[in-house]
């Protein structure tokens, strides 16, 4: 999955991502609200956290504007606790707000929440045939055993089992996988399709020649 950050101070921005890339997720980020709404409107995140203060295009406008083309999932952060405030957030479109300072655990869980509203899913387990994916804890398990995955091979698991049944583009996996400084080799998600197809099966993944790749929901 990836995510798109918006936060004008420098330390909470690096902070952020290297958080969310520890947490197994692609991560971009904007220091202002031009470059990102710029990077908004150019790429397809799976969720957006947007600073309410920001310089050159605050956030409540950023996010009018971003409404009017994309309806990205936006968690607006925000140092102000009014109501006003907050109902004024979500007004402009925001789908949550976390109110500065907040504790990282509880941002991880609003991104999550986010992401399976966004994919129309309640629950935070995908059961595909004998392969379980518990989205919460980011854990994957083959006939009730932990399968040991790595952080971009589980990126790839979650994203194709959220969306079972759909044959995905190379290119829609390159976008929501990989950040805008990953080198997109172009047999990088072969080589990640091979190793999680040794790990959990070869019919786990089925490959739709010259469209992309696919994992069947169950019947």
Known sequence: MRVLVVEDEPDLLASLMQA?????????????????LFK?????????????MLPKLDGGELLRRLRKSRQTPVLMLTARDAVRDRVTALDSGADDYLVKPFDLDELLARIRALIRRSARRGDTRIDIGDVAIDTAARVVSKE??????T???????????VHAGTVISRTQLYEHLFD?????????LDVHVSNIRRKLGASFITTRR????????NP
């Open 151 to 161: 952080a971009r091979e589980y990126a790839l698991v979650e994203y194709l089992a």
């Open 210 to 217: 010259g469209h992309g790749y696919c994992i069947e929901a």
């Open 20 to 36: 969310l890339r520890e947490d197994g997720y692609a991560v971009d980020g904007a220091a202002d609200g031009e470059e990102g």
């Open 180 to 188: 805008e400084n990953d080198a997109t080799l172009s047999n990088l």
């Open 144 to 149: 009730g055993e932990t399968v040991a995955l």
């Open 40 to 52: 908004a409107e150019q790429f397809d995140y799976d969720t957006i956290l947007l600073d309410y």
